[in-house]
């Protein structure tokens, strides 16, 4: 039980949610037991799990509940958000994820930092030791950028810019809202971030430090798209590094592109190493860089795809991983069994994985998450 005694009817609980229906209802149980002043908006985004039903059928026997339903032609976690602040009636809220991954418990924390008069608190979760390696080195990577972005221009930030978890004054988020709201990406999933991005430089922020938990039903909505996002909020250069990551990794014409840069890069690297040339084309050599090439990369990301499944960003650096591997290995076993020639065959290998890499890749089926 939460040992929360603030005047919970003063803030909302804002609860964006897309396909929730096994968690909504446990969790506004709780938050029903934990503050039964408060005022919880739940923010659905178009669920077709029955998510919306549920919530209206809870808000007929609790009238502290209420349903925004959103345009399905609006679609985002930012948005969802943004519009849940923009229709809190209360002075203060805190928005929380409905999956249990931000405790329900610790809302009451939130909203004292909020009441000891900040203007932002931040749940900071404690502990990423539990996360996947990929999704950490994700989290990581977008909290560097962010932060990078944040202090170069000088704007309020915190140790975890990425956070779902907050809380603050609704006039003050509101305001910016109203007078950002076109550089918002509404589209995206890191509202805090927008949030910081355009709050008053001597905006007053505290931080929270929570465990973060596990979700208790359904599936993580993380995707590649959520990396992408957070890439094109970091102004400019932000927007080009997203535009350079989506093709090179996430369509098959970038990845084939990224694997011959790769492979053109390490020949040219090692002909200016050893001072071989580019002669003495021959058959053999033509044919077996071929079959060497073409065996090694399609084995191989067969292999992968049959037991690691991964799409996205994650897929498209497997696929250049392992092409660029099969043409050092293809390289390297090549040069072995052709010591005797005057000149290291190089061409013939290179051409054989390009090949190989563009099969493989035409032939893969990778969703633009």
């Known amino acids: 039980m939460s040992d929360w005694h603030g005047s919970s009817g003063d803030f909302t609980i804002v609860l964006p949610t897309l ?9 506004l ?9 408060a005022h919880m908006l739940v923010v659905d985004d178009s669920s077709v799990d029955g998510t919306q039903e549920k919530v209206q059928a809870f808000a007929e026997t609790s009238p502290n509940v209420s349903l925004v339903k959103r345009k399905p032609t609006d679609r985002g976690l930012t948005a969802s958000i943004m519009d849940g602040i923009f229709l809190t009636s209360t002075p203060y809220f805190v928005v929380l994820d409905a999956d249990f991954q931000h405790p329900p418990e610790e809302v009451g924390r939130i909203m004292e930092g909020v009441l000891d008069g900040n203007d932002l608190v931040i749940g900071v979760r404690k502990d990423k030791s539990g996360l996947q390696f990929a999704r950490k080195v994700s989290s990581w990577s977008a909290h560097k950028m962010a932060s990078a972005y944040l202090k170069a ?5 915190s140790r975890d810019n990425m956070s779902g978890f907050f809380g603050g004054k609704t006039d003050l988020c509101r305001r910016i809202i109203v007078e950002d709201e076109l550089r918002f990406q509404r589209q995206g999933f890191k509202a805090l971030f927008d949030l910081l991005k355009f709050a008053p430089k001597d905006t007053k922020i505290v931080e929270v430090e929570y465990d973060f938990g596990e979700r208790k039903e ?6 590649s798209k959520v990396v ?3 890439m094109r909020q970091c102004g400019l250069g932000g927007k080009a590094l997203a535009a350079l990551t989506t093709f090179f990794l996430l369509t098959m014409l970038g990845r084939f592109v990224a694997a011959l840069l790769l492979g053109l890069l390490s020949t040219l690297l090692f002909l200016g190493l050893t001072g071989e040339v580019w002669s003495n084309m021959i058959i053999l050599p033509i044919v077996m860089s071929f079959l060497l090439a073409v065996g090694y990369v399609v084995i191989a990301n067969e292999f992968w795809s049959e037991r690691r499944r991964a799409v996205g960003i994650t897929r498209g650096l497997q696929i250049v991983a392992t092409s660029f591997s099969g043409y050092i290995l293809n ?3 090549f040069y072995i069994v052709a010591t005797e020639m005057p000149s290291f065959q190089i061409l013939p ?15 893969s089926s990778i969703p633009n998450d």
């Open 29 to 37: 149980n709780i938050l029903s037991e934990l503050y039964p002043s």
């Open 331 to 333: 390289m390297g076993l």
């Open 153 to 157: 221009r000088r704007q309020p930030w």
């Open 228 to 230: 992408i996002s957070i």
């Open 349 to 363: 290998t290179f051409l054989g994985f390009g090949i190989a890499i563009g099969w493989d890749t035409i032939g």
């Open 19 to 27: 396909n929730e229906g096994q968690n909504i209802i446990p969790m």
């Open 218 to 223: 359904g599936t993580s909505k993380l995707t």
